[in-house]
C-alpha cells in the first residue's frame, strides 16, 4: 500500500505523475480522457499516481510563457468523479489559492487513505490566502497524510534545500516529491546535505519527464529547472531529442537511487506524463519500464555516456 511505504521510508517508490483535463471541455470529452488514462495507469504496476493542481506561475518569470495556460479540473475531482482507478493518488493542492476554510473543508471531505502535497507559492510577488505552515497546521489538526516539495535548485542557490525539508517533516511531512530534474549535481549536492541531518528522514522522490522538442525544453528552464548547458546542447544536438531525453532520466535515476542508498536515503521516481502527443506518452512509459528495472535489479546500471565526473556507485 502506497501509504505504508511513504510511511516507512521505503526506497524505490514508483509514481506516475498526470495532469487533469482542461476544465472548459465538455463532460464526454472529460470523461473519454479519463477512461484511456484509466486503463493506462491500472496496466502500468505504478505504486500511485500524481496529480497536479496547476498554477499559471507567470508571475515567476519576466519572459513569456512558452505555452498557453488552461485551466484544469482540480485534481481532486477529476480523481474521484472521473478517473474512478483503484491505483492510489497523491493530491498536489496549491494552498496559496484557498482560503483556510476552503482548504479544512477540503482535508475533512477527504477519504480514508487520501494523500496529499501542499504546494506554495511560485513567488513572493504571489497573493497568499494560506500559506504552508498554516496549511501543514490545518492538516495536523485533520489528521491528514500529507508530503512536501523538495526544490534541488533552490539548494544550488540558496544551500538550505535540506533545513527546509527538515523543517517540513517535523511539521508533519512524511514524504517529499522534487521538481523534474535535469541536473545531477544539484540533487547529489541536496542528497549529500540531507544525509549529515540527525532529523527524522523521509523518502525523496525524483520526479523525471521527457522532453519531445526544443520547445519544451524552454518551457521546461522556464519553470525554473536547471538544465547544465552540455545536457542541453546534447539533447539538441542528439537528433532525436525524445529518446534522448529518456537515455538521460534514466542514468540520472540510476545514479541518484543508488548514491542515495548508500548515504542511507530512500529514493523513488516520479515519471511525468503530461503531455497529450502520444510519442511523448509512449515515451514516459518507456522511461518508467527502464526506472523499474533499475529499482529491480540490483547489479544492473544504465549507462548511455550522458553523465560524467561524478564516479561510481
Known amino acids: 500500500m502506497l501509504k505504508n511505504k511513504l510511511k516507512n521510508n521505503e526506497a524505490g517508490i514508483l509514481l506516475y505523475g498526470l495532469t487533469p483535463p482542461k476544465a472548459h471541455i465538455d463532460e464526454s470529452e472529460k470523461h473519454r480522457i479519463a477512461g484511456i488514462w484509466r486503463e493506462r495507469v491500472e496496466s502500468i504496476g505504478v505504486d500511485g499516481i500524481v496529480l497536479y493542481d496547476l498554477q499559471d ?8 510563457r512558452p505555452f498557453e495556460f488552461l485551466q484544469t479540473l482540480a485534481p481532486e475531482i477529476y480523481y474521484q468523479n472521473y478517473l474512478n482507478t483503484s491505483v492510489p493518488a497523491i493530491i498536489y493542492k496549491a494552498v496559496s489559492k484557498y482560503e ?3 482548504l479544512k473543508a477540503y482535508l475533512n471531505g477527504l477519504k480514508s487513505g487520501a494523500i496529499s502535497v501542499f504546494v506554495g507559492v511560485s513567488s513572493k510577488d504571489t497573493p497568499v490566502k494560506t500559506s504552508l505552515d498554516e496549511a501543514y497546521e490545518i492538516a495536523n489538526k485533520t489528521g491528514a ?7 534541488p535548485e533552490r539548494h544550488a542557490k540558496k544551500h538550505d534545500e535540506h533545513l527546509r525539508v527538515a523543517k517540513k517533516i517535523e511539521n508533519g511531512c512524511e514524504f517529499f516529491i522534487t521538481q523534474a530534474v535535469y541536473n545531477l549535481e ?4 541536496f542528497i549529500d546535505d540531507y544525509a549529515k541531518m540527525p532529523c527524522k528522514k523521509a523518502p525523496i ?15 521546461i528552464k522556464w519553470l525554473g529547472i536547471s ?10 544536438n542528439s537528433g532525436d531529442i525524445l529518446n534522448a531525453s529518456v537515455d538521460l532520466s534514466l542514468e540520472l535515476f540510476n545514479f541518484l537511487y543508488k548514491y542515495a542508498a548508500n548515504k542511507g ?7 511525468e506524463s503530461v503531455s497529450t502527443r502520444k510519442v511523448e506518452i509512449l515515451a514516459a512509459l518507456n522511461l518508467l519500464d527502464g526506472i523499474k528495472k533499475i529499482i529491480k535489479t540490483s547489479p544492473y546500471s544504465y549507462t548511455k555516456g550522458f553523465i ?5 556507485v
Open 57 to 64: 506561475e507567470s508571475d515567476r518569470n519576466a519572459s513569456d
Open 100 to 102: 483556510k476554510g476552503e
Open 145 to 151: 497524510f500529507f508530503g512536501g516539495i523538495c526544490i
Open 186 to 189: 544539484n540533487a547529489k549536492n
Open 205 to 219: 522522490i525524483f520526479t523525471f519527464t521527457p522532453c519531445g522538442s526544443e520547445k519544451t525544453l524552454e518551457f
Open 227 to 236: 538544465i547544465p548547458q552540455s545536457y542541453e546542447n546534447m539533447l539538441k
Open 265 to 271: 536515503i530512500s529514493v523513488g521516481a516520479n515519471v
Open 308 to 312: 560524467r565526473g561524478f564516479g561510481g
